[in-house]
């Protein structure tokens, strides 16, 4: 069974840090690309980071870059989001993603989502 289980959220006052570990099972987690997505309250979903096994190439959105460190630990199974100077607007439902792209297969799943609160 594929499980993405996501950790670390709760609430953090303006300028403070969180991080968020996703663990993952029930597949091969070497293949696959992981990234972090969230969805603020009323808003739709929107990609936060990526991180790809090959050499741990990193991507971030424009929102995050510079604030946010996304990391994996392959043994581990276990992909990190290290959120510091958090802002209000990045209170959300931070999702974890596990995608692997072959040939015209496309493999995907999704946690279940942990909530991340930024006020004071």
């Known amino acids: 069974e594929v499980q993405l289980v996501e950790s670390g959220g709760g609430l953090v006052q303006p300028g403070g840090s969180l991080r968020l570990s996703c663990a993952a099972s029930?597949?091969?987690?070497?293949?696959?690309?992981m990234s972090w997505v969230r969805q603020a309250p009323g808003k739709g979903l929107e990609w936060v980071a990526s991180?790809?096994?090959?050499?741990?190439?990193?991507y971030y959105a424009a929102s995050v870059k510079g604030r946010f460190t996304i990391s994996r630990d392959n043994a581990k199974k276990t992909v990190y989001l290290l959120m510091d100077s958090l802002k209000p607007e990045d209170t959300a439902v931070y999702y974890c993603?596990?995608?692997?792209?072959?040939?015209?297969?496309?493999?995907?799943?999704w946690g279940q989502g942990t909530q991340v609160t930024v006020s004071s």
């Open positions: 993603n596990a995608r692997f792209v072959r040939a015209s297969s496309v493999y995907e799943y």
């Open positions: 029930g597949f091969t987690f070497d293949d696959y690309a």
């Open positions: 991180i790809y096994n090959s050499i741990s190439r990193t």
